[in-house]
């Protein structure tokens, strides 16, 4: 069932008999790229979401409930749209960093549905999420900002930081821009699960479903437990800091 309609996302409830069950589904063009009104509409989204839990009864509430994010085609999202994102600085990064620190202490468990590549700032969004599921047979996951030429913004480092926790991935996937296929992130422990592109949103939905329970009544638990297990990285985006390696100045 078709909950909203936006131009760059389409929010849907893939299941009535269990209303907090959302399938979120990225539509900004072929590659997915965060732009202001991208980052915007998956606001409103999550919004929504929020809002609809708010009005369930308690015994739907009971059920918990997840949200699965998706998209069709190459790219999951190919990151930013780097060139707005130079122009407009901060007027750009700090929304895109409260989207992120949104989703990553969200108050329902959240599985990304990775159809194809995820890059840099796609990258960092599918790592916001508590479970990813990819496909197995194309796409990389990778932050390819040393490719590019750009250093990691405080709170996007954290992320990554947050998610990829052995130590020789993630020297990899920041200093050299490995690209990861399904398998490897699965063996670095930052995807968790890795199938076929026909099983890939049932795959998804499956977790989502598995652990929607956790989240029983629809409180705000998860969203505490995660902004805990996340603080660095929470309180990073939400700083407004969007220099890196400012620090360096102080030692």
Request: charged letters at 20%.
């Amino acid at each position: 069932m078709s909950l909203i309609d936006l131009p760059l996302v389409k929010l849907t409830n893939p299941d009535v008999s269990f209303p907090a069950l959302f399938l979120l589904h990225l539509n900004n063009g072929t590659e997915n790229r965060f732009t202001k009104q991208f980052t915007s509409e998956i606001m409103q989204a999550l919004d929504f979401v929020e809002q609809k839990l708010d009005s369930l009864s308690s015994e739907e509430a009971s059920k918990g409930g997840a949200l699965v994010t998706t998209s069709t085609g190459k790219f999951y999202s190919n990151g930013l749209a780097i060139e707005a994102a130079i122009k407009e600085g901060d007027t750009f990064y700090i929304p895109y960093h409260q989207m992120l620190a949104r989703l990553l202490t969200f108050r329902i468990p959240t599985v990304a549905a990775i159809n194809g590549h995820a890059f840099a700032g796609g990258c960092m969004f599918a790592l916001a999420h508590d479970y990813r599921v990819m496909r197995a047979d194309r796409g990389w996951i990778a932050m390819n900002e040393v490719d590019i030429g750009l250093p990691l913004i405080p709170g996007m480092a954290a992320i990554v930081k947050a998610k990829i926790t052995q130590a020789a991935y993630l020297r990899d996937c920041l200093l050299t821009g490995h690209r990861f296929k399904a398998s490897d992130a699965v063996a670095g422990g930052f995807v968790d699960r890795a199938v076929s592109q026909e099983d890939l949103i049932n795959a998804a939905m499956k977790y989502a479903v598995a652990l929607a329970p956790k989240a029983n009544g629809l409180t705000q638990k998860i969203h505490l437990i995660k902004a805990e297990m996340y603080r660095d990285a929470v309180v990073l985006l939400l700083s407004g800091g969007t220099t890196p390696g400012a620090f360096l100045a102080k030692l």
